[in-house]
């Protein structure tokens, strides 16, 4: 084999953000936009890369040189997760190309480094005949966005590799696939772009001389995730909704949540979704709403109303797969 297609999904935070980041759980469900990586074996150690949605076009360096030096920011974590993988091959004399195509805007918080850089992980072990498991491509996946990162969960390595909803741990320490039948979701995109690791710095300094206080709303934020899994696998959605609502004001507590998402969140409420929060690191991006069969179009109209995109994305996907 010379020459593969994967593709990985983005993934929707449904409970349990920044806990997730201290040992707490989440759930979280996988989408159908997708992020595509084709991966070539060249005949001469040098790695390539290909990315134009991210701009980056004409990427080359010798294969000795990965990981080193000045990498475009759209570059990283493909480099980063192909240097990983390499550790476990002993020919030299390979090379690699590798085009990425990316079905979701870099601008909404999906998780499209993850999904390439799971994407990558199984392409390359598959091309080379590694034949990891899920959990062994999690592992790697996970190291490679420590490593660029400094932190982070995995939760949305998780989505990627396993898709579906998941109840996860942080770093994998449980990653439990739910069995959910359907999931009656509006995502509303607030227009404004946030960063997770400037958000999850932002409460640690906050709270920098209130040590307690945060510890008591990551509990509290774990007490209602392990509660929302049995109302999500008995599709409870008016229970399901209530504890999307407390987790909310948990967020609000910690100063993630933004007068536009709370705007957003309220007109969903008020047109009869059962609940609705904010959905990732906060600071602006996505937010959730559980609506009933007949109240979908009211939920979208009041997320429009209060200046929000709604997004379609259909939830618990596939995770990743070889395409060809």
């Known amino acids: 084999m010379s020459r593969i297609m994967v593709s990985a999904p983005g993934k929707l935070m449904l409970l349990g953000e920044h806990a997730v980041v201290y040992n707490h759980p989440c759930i979280v469900t996988a989408v159908d936009q997708r992020m595509y990586v084709n991966v070539e074996v060249l005949d001469e150690p040098v790695f390539e890369f290909y990315a134009p949605d991210v701009q980056v076009v004409s990427y080359k360096k010798p294969l000795s040189e990965i990981g080193k030096g000045d990498i475009p920011k759209g570059a990283r974590f493909v480099e980063i997760a192909v240097k990983e993988i390499l550790h476990f091959v002993q020919n030299d004399n390979i090379g690699l190309k590798v085009t990425t195509k990316s079905e979701f805007s870099s601008q909404f918080g999906f998780g499209s480094s993850s999904a390439s850089t799971v994407c990558t992980i199984k392409a390359v072990s598959e091309i080379l005949g590694l034949n990891l498991t899920n959990k062994e491509i999690f592992d790697l996946s996970y190291k490679t966005v420590l490593d660029i990162q400094g932190k982070g969960s995995g939760f949305d390595i998780a989505a990627a590799v396993y898709g579906g909803t998941i109840y996860f741990?942080?770093?994998?320490?449980?990653?439990?696939?739910?069995?959910?039948?359907?999931?009656?979701?509006?995502?509303?995109?607030?227009?404004?772009?946030?960063?997770t690791v400037t958000l999850v710095n932002q409460v640690k300094k906050s709270f920098a001389n209130r040590q307690d206080k945060l510890t008591e709303i990551y509990n509290n934020i774990g007490v209602l995730v392990y509660k929302a899994k049995d109302a999500l696998i008995n599709m409870d959605w008016q229970k399901l909704g209530k504890l999307m609502n407390k987790n909310q004001?948990?967020?609000?507590?910690?100063?993630?949540?933004?007068?536009?998402?709370?705007?957003?969140?309220?007109?969903?409420?008020?047109?009869?979704?059962?609940?609705?929060?904010?959905?990732?690191?906060?600071?602006?991006?996505?937010?959730?709403?559980?609506?009933?069969?007949?109240?979908?179009?009211?939920?979208?109209?009041?997320?429009?109303?209060?200046?929000?995109?709604?997004?379609?994305?259909?939830?618990?996907?596939?995770?990743?797969?070889?395409?060809?």
């Open 169 to 195: 741990v942080t770093g994998g320490k449980i990653i439990e696939p739910l069995d959910v039948k359907k999931l009656p979701l509006v995502v509303g995109y607030s227009g404004i772009k946030a960063d």
């Open 249 to 324: 004001d948990l967020l609000r507590e910690l100063g993630v949540s933004i007068k536009k998402l709370d705007n957003m969140i309220k007109l969903a409420i008020q047109a009869g979704a059962y609940g609705a929060k904010l959905s990732g690191a906060g600071g602006g991006d996505c937010m959730i709403a559980l609506h009933s069969v007949q109240g979908k179009l009211s939920v979208q109209e009041a997320i429009k109303k209060a200046g929000g995109d709604v997004i379609n994305v259909k939830t618990n996907a596939e995770g990743v797969r070889i395409e060809k």
